[in-house]
């Protein structure tokens, strides 16, 4: 008995494997995050290299274009299979949109120019990498330019849609213009507030590194990761990999000061969870992936932002902190640790930023990446630039190109359009960690006494399960009756540094 | 400027990309192995097995057949690419030999047995898994008779050839039969001599577990194992994985006696060293792999057996193992450490066996597995056949099957033909240790400072830079002017043990 595949099977079936050798792919680079020797990374490149080309032909496949077509053509599909297909033909358009010279020139253009930028870094020295910047900025250029061809979409555009389908930049500039208004204001009263009510109390290190890593377990089982299907490493950049059945999640810790590693543990915990949430049925379809990096980021920072760092968590945690240390005296209250992990203050560094003064950051990189890619902005005039929006946005001026354009990896090693993610995530983490306390009020008082459950049913449930089955503007309005903007993360933090 | 492959050159790409995938399944293996939390399983294992199918895909491509042939009449080959191309043949052959349906069944044959294996083993009841492993045998003797009537083989040289190219039973059951009939005396003669000398000084534990990986991963480097291109792990099973640039070897360790882990550690290097000496210029293609078990065993056993239980090696390690240790007076002199790490016991498990007694544990199994494949015995009679065979090997019946035929994993999950490698692997290793000694009399000296690099400049020039240019016996005879056979074995017993 031999069974014919419908057209949409047959590309279930491609796609089913595709994402196998996606999950392959993970693994390597985990392993070179984490296990690697270092005189082993040109034969994991080389490996890397041959699963991305084998990935590259298989969604390229002319004989992919038929059963697409007779695909979409077919009346009996129900809503999350048209959605599946959706997302087929949108990934095979943009590995179609440019040609494999590009894409290997713009690989080596960004390894070459993120190599140079390390050390351009540690010297301050922003001149020193400005051809590299240049070739990689034109190679991105004309990368976005194929795909704004191909996809109708603006060139920025084009960029950030890999990242977050469907985003677009002329929606969310006038939402960043508004919090670029409001915020220097506002984080005024917030330091006004803040030194009325006293220096913070230190808490002194040095913190054993055994004990960070029992702390941090136990707070993930806590939040609810299976250590069953997940582990916790180290690795030099945090990251969160592996699939829902496996999820590896990575930190760094330092001997000085335990708070940042558990804070970034407790982030990489809510990309990890949105992961294993994800409907197992679909796992190996593209509908059944998370939908982007707006909602992925909103569910690393629903738990580091709006749980983690919530007076109701700090109280259940600090005694735990405390026990992990041996720390006692008011520096080690439930209080004074919620201070330090609410502590607002304007810095150069957008990632040791609070999450008041976070949004400066993305959206000057934002603003400066789009004029960059329309050419209104030479490279040659970044770091003046950099300086006048620093200056406008948080009224400082950085000392040193480290401490201001260098700082980030993004634009050298190619990733433009990424930057709006971020705060676009703060955004729906704040609107959906709303919508769940109206829904449930008993998701606060959980986490006074460490029960996520209440929260995660809520996600699991409203974010989670949906996948890529709906847009993120779709699920946000679904899930909390409104769509995406600032209103919830402006009440939040209100709520939060001046109530 | 384009240019064209010649259909070498196209056969060169290809198995580049394949050597590529398998060394991508090699990393999820370790991984699997070092690092997968249990609930991973089931993804890991779907992830293996898409990885495998494109593999077998890759090798069993039609296209190849136009290429092969047309670059068998290419006259401009030079003897390794023409040794290349004879390993593609036959690496194409043996895939292609066996349809996809059997590899399957016998895959799930062999997981279901292994699994029914690991209760059956902690049980000591053969009955319960009679049926399991008969449907096991009967799916090996269709595939050894598919590979026997498309590789003109007898059928249990059919299975062999898997492991070790143009391994064949007719040649080495005589030379098993001499062994069998010469080691019952010479163990009588060993254990005779070694009680004469009185009983060894116990060396009590408990011994640190970190002392025991930092001795371990000391002398690892005495031996020549880089770090910077090589990790050492642990596994429930010790095992060699990796690639040349990133070799990963594993052990286990027990509190209660360190000296089995540390010299399991100094085998596996022994693999690793293999492996990292094969010609970098070659190492995606087939003719720079290893040649096959016989040659790996050779080198795990020549670091193992011939180096590191020799009495020079142990002069030069004793004080470090006091050191490690914290030990002191006469059960930590090198005299009866060594005599510890060349003690003599007829017993009933070969993974604990020494080098006297371990051929005819192999011996054992290699007549009993051509026995059950050619019908001459069933699997029902096999614990009665065992206790025979152990009888007149080793003067030893098991008291269950658990000590007898249920000990070992190979029949159980479809490896079946693998276990003369083993003893081949040793007698190999005993006659290039004698012709290396020969030719360097530096070597022996050296390894009482624990100066390896005389030997491994040896092993590098005339095994581990030949790859698999060569057959074993071609290359046994370059090397040691002689064919393989248990003459330097038997000379290296009694020197060690009777002289």
Redesign the interface.
């Known amino acids: 008995m031999t069974t014919t595949k419908t057209p949409y099977q047959e590309l279930e079936g491609r796609f ?2 595709l994402s ?2 996606g ?2 792919l993970g ?2 680079q985990w ?1 070179m995050a984490c ?6 990374a ?3 490149s ?2 890397l290299s ?2 991305k ?2 990935s590259h032909e298989m969604i390229t496949d002319p004989a992919l274009a038929d059963f697409l077509d007779a695909a979409e053509a077919d009346q009996t599909l129900d809503p999350w299979q048209q959605a599946n297909l959706k997302a087929m033909r949108r990934r095979r358009a943009r590995a179609l949109a440019v040609d494999a010279d590009l894409v290997r020139r713009l690989s080596e253009a960004g390894s070459a120019c993120e190599m140079l930028w390390r050390d351009a870094k540690a010297k301050a020295d922003f001149k020193m990498i400005v051809p590299s910047l240049i070739e990689v900025r034109d190679l991105v250029l004309q990368r976005a330019e194929a795909l704004s061809a191909a996809l109708d979409l603006d060139t920025y555009d084009a960029l950030l849609d890999g990242y977050e389908p469907e985003g677009r930049a002329a929606e969310i500039a006038p939402v960043f213009d508004d919090l670029a208004a409001f915020l220097p204001g506002f984080t005024d009263d917030v330091l006004a507030r803040q030194a009325a009510a006293g220096p913070l109390l230190e808490l002194p290190g040095p913190f054993a590194l055994d004990a960070q890593r029992k702390l941090c377990r136990s707070m993930m089982e806590v939040v609810g990761f ?6 916790l490493d180290e690795s030099h950049h945090p990251f969160c990999g ?5 999820i590896r999640i990575t930190t760094r810790y330092s001997e000085d000061d335990f708070m940042p590693g558990l804070m970034g543990v407790l982030h990489e915990t809510g990309h990890a969870l949105y992961d294993q949430g994800l409907p197992a049925e679909w796992r190996y379809q593209p509908v059944g992936k998370a939908r982007g990096m707006v909602l992925h980021e909103s569910q690393s920072l629903m738990m580091e932002m709006q749980a983690s760092r919530s007076a109701e968590f700090i109280a259940f945690a600090a005694p735990r902190m405390r026990e992990a240390f041996g720390g006692s005296g008011p520096a080690w209250e439930a209080d004074n640790i919620h201070r330090h992990y609410t502590w607002v203050e304007r810095g150069f560094i957008r990632v040791d930023a609070d999450e008041v003064t976070y949004p400066a950051h993305v959206i000057l990189r934002f603003r400066l990446e789009r004029a960059m890619l329309a050419d209104d902005l030479a490279i040659t005039d970044l770091p003046g630039a950099w300086a006048e929006g620093m200056e406008e946005l948080l009224g400082l001026t950085p000392p040193d190109d480290a401490l201001g354009c260098l700082q980030d990896i993004h634009w050298y090693d190619g990733a433009w359009g990424y930057f709006p993610t971020y705060t676009l995530g703060a955004m729906a983490a704040a609107q959906l960690f709303a919508a769940a306390r109206r829904a449930n009020p008993q998701i606060p008082e959980g986490l006074t006494v460490g029960d996520f459950t209440p929260l995660m049913g809520w996600l699991r449930e409203n974010v989670h399960q949906k996948a890529s089955s709906r847009t993120t503007m779709q699920l946000m309005e679904e899930a909390t009756g409104a769509p995406l903007d600032a209103t919830a993360f402006k009440a939040h933090l209100a709520s939060r540094y001046l109530a």
Do not use: T
Request: no cysteine.
């Open positions: 089913e494997r196998k050798l999950q392959a693994v390597l392993d296990n690697m020797p270092a005189g082993g040109e034969a994991r080389a490996q041959a699963l080309v084998m299976d250590f069953d299907h997940g582990r592996g699939v829902a059945e496996d």
